[in-house]
């Protein structure tokens, strides 16, 4: 039977155009959301837009890049027009440069690279839960999701500083619009993906990626399906009574 476990609302997700977001767009559609697709990438937000229309599921996109608030606005105002008030935001953009390979050490880290990476993967976030809070509280009711990392909780050799100063500084952010939002009926939660089978993983070595298998009890990578099936979970009616948490999506990674 058809699992409907979100129709009737409309979920806007960013950094869609592929990996975990392309994952999170198709199982909201199947679960009978309306979904609202931003990513930077027009090429790949309209072309996944394209295929979940053809499918005929109920979507528009919008190109946007997370880290300038008027373009956040000016997307989530031109979505909203289109498919209804958006009732779950799922904060997915984010980046991990990666040189040659392998990260940057901080004391040869460009700065406007970390100004890049915090503006993505932390401004961006604000940028979004601003741009639609304000409704949210209006209706009282919203469901937020933010992505944030085992590297966001522990040392992780393949990925740079930026990368988890930003996704530690979720956890935070998280934490506190749980508290600050939860008066208004919204919940704000945070997924914690481990190494997933995404293109990211074609920017370090096989030997890193295996060494992170190596560590992880269930001995896999995991699936964009699988972190997709958290954020499903946290903004359906099953977690109405869970707010303020981070939900590690790692094969048990965190327990090594």
């Not at 707010?243 to 590690?248: A, I, K, S």
Request: charged share 15%.
């Amino acid at each position: 039977m058809t699992n409907l476990r979100h129709s009737g609302r409309t979920v806007l997700i960013t950094g869609a155009g592929g990996g975990i977001g392309a994952s999170l767009a198709w199982l909201y559609c199947e679960e009978g959301a309306r979904v609202a697709l931003v990513d930077f990438d027009e090429q790949s937000v309209s072309e996944l837009s394209r295929q979940l229309s053809a499918a005929g599921h109920l979507v528009a996109w919008a190109k946007a890049d997370v880290s300038d608030f008027a373009q956040c606005s000016r997307a989530c105002l031109e979505l909203s027009e289109q498919l209804g008030p958006i009732d779950t935001l799922i904060n997915n953009a984010g980046v991990s440069p990666k040189h040659q390979g392998a990260p940057a050490p901080i004391w040869e880290m460009d700065p406007l690279e970390w100004e890049r990476v915090v503006g993505i993967n932390l401004t961006g976030s604000f940028n979004l839960v601003r741009a639609i809070a304000p409704g949210m509280v209006e209706r009282g009711f919203g469901r937020i999701v933010n992505m944030s990392s085992v590297a966001g909780s522990a040392y992780l050799p393949i990925v740079a500083a930026h990368y988890s100063a930003t996704k530690a500084a979720i956890i935070g952010f998280t934490r506190h619009l749980a508290g600050e939002l939860g008066p208004y009926g919204i919940t704000v939660n945070a997924l914690a993906p481990g190494r997933i089978e995404t293109p990211l993983l074609k920017t370090v070595s096989a030997q890193a990626n295996q060494a992170v298998v190596d560590e992880t009890p269930l001995g896999r990578l995991g699936t964009p399906l699988e972190v997709a099936k958290a954020a499903c979970f946290l903004t359906s009616n099953d977690s109405d009574f869970i707010t303020g948490q981070v939900l590690d999506v790692a094969g048990g990674w965190l327990m090594r």
